[in-house]
């Protein structure tokens, strides 16, 4: 009966281990499943804020000049190649922008225009809308934004002025902006760069429709597509 009472005794006491055990398991897994679920909320967080600085210049219509901060903002992420903890930055960012419409309104007919394809698909620094740009806002700084701006509104009255000949071109010009504009070789402005520049002045200043937004498997935004809108 003693060894009975005794097996009973140590029965009990194994069953309470092994429900001591199992509750400790229980309870590690719990806070496991609660650190995985906390971290992959705060990924997929993390994630979302990351798409939203891209994906916000589609919530509406949006300007040239803010197609410009995009283009810039897409293509210094694309020189990243880093795999960050929520962020794989091998998995870059395409901006598509349909210029064919802008080109019929505004694109210049008589000089190599600034916008030479109907459509531009954009990742990098190397495409030819991004040299482009880079080579206007270059003009800007050696001609100065005032300058370029009075000097492309009022480019029909310097074409009359160029058309008879380069001394009523120039005086025209310091009428407009108080002196001949010339570059760092001591050139005159010419007429083609501020057509040029009208252009994309005009671009700057023209609406754009965004389309749809496509997402690669992981749910990063990988392309985002822009069409002028008469």
């Known amino acids: 009966m003693e060894n009975a009472s005794k ?32 971290t992959t909320s705060e990924k997929a967080q ?21 197609l410009i901060s995009l283009v810039n903002k897409v293509i210094d992420y694309n020189k990243k190649d880093a ?11 395409t901006v598509i922008i349909n210029m064919k419409e802008f080109k019929k309104k505004y694109g210049v007919s008589n000089v190599a225009s600034l916008f030479k394809q109907d459509t531009y698909t954009i990742s990098n620094d190397n495409t030819i809308f991004s040299s482009d740009l880079n080579n206007f806002r270059t003009m800007e700084n050696t001609y100065t934004l005032s300058a370029m701006n009075k000097l492309s509104a009022n480019y029909d009255t310097l074409k009359q002025a160029k058309d008879e000949n380069q001394n009523k071109y120039e005086t025209k ?26 252009e994309y002045s005009e671009f700057k200043s023209s609406t754009f429709q965004p389309g749809n937004v496509e997402y690669y498997n992981n749910g990063q935004v990988k392309q985002l597509s822009f069409e002028f809108k008469n």
């Open 7 to 38: 097996a009973l005794v140590m029965a009990g006491g194994i069953l309470i281990a092994l429900l001591v055990v199992g509750a400790l398991m229980l309870m590690i897994n719990q806070v496991s499943y609660y650190q995985k679920s906390e």
């Open 46 to 66: 993390q994630q979302a804020d990351f798409n939203k600085e891209y994906v916000q210049f589609t919530y509406d219509d949006v300007k040239g000049y803010e």
């Open 83 to 93: 795999v960050g903890n929520s962020v794989d930055y091998t998995k870059k960012i």
């Open 173 to 198: 010009m310091k009428e407009i902006v108080g002196k001949v504009v010339k570059n760092s070789s001591g050139n005159t402005i010419s007429l083609s760069e501020i057509e040029q520049y009208r």
